[in-house]
């Protein structure tokens, strides 16, 4: 059974930084994608992040760029989120996700999820 812990989230003030962590467990094999996504009280799950297998490619939703980094650490099973320049409408619940094919920004191509972070950027 494939498992995703997130931790790292937590309060912090406009233009502060946090790293976001994801373990991965369970057996799940290492050229997988995964990705971050957030979900604001009231909004949909939206996409925040992905990262192909080897860490060949990344991409990120356009309101993120330039202050958010994905990054993968294959040898313990690890994703990243580093969080630079937080802004109040980064505040959401953060989620890592593990797909089976490409490092797509689809909800719907993503298996595994795991159960969130929360963090609040306050103005």
């Known amino acids: 059974q494939v498992q995703l812990v997130e931790s790292g989230g937590g309060l912090v003030q406009a233009g502060g930084s946090l790293r976001l962590s994801c373990a991965v467990s369970g057996g799940a094999r290492r050229n997988y994608p995964m990705a971050w996504f957030r979900q604001a009280p009231t909004k949909e799950r939206e996409f925040v992040a992905s990262i192909s297998w080897v860490a060949m490619f990344t991409y990120y939703t356009d309101s993120v760029k330039g202050r958010f980094t994905i990054s993968r650490d294959d040898t313990d099973n690890s994703l990243y989120l580093q969080m630079t320049s937080l802004k109040p409408e980064d505040t959401a619940i953060y989620f890592c996700?593990?797909?089976?094919?490409?490092?797509?920004?689809?909800?719907?191509?993503?298996?595994?999820w795991g159960q969130g972070t929360q963090v609040t950027v306050s103005s």
């Open positions: 996700a593990l797909g089976t094919s490409s490092a797509s920004r689809n909800r719907g191509d993503y298996t595994y």
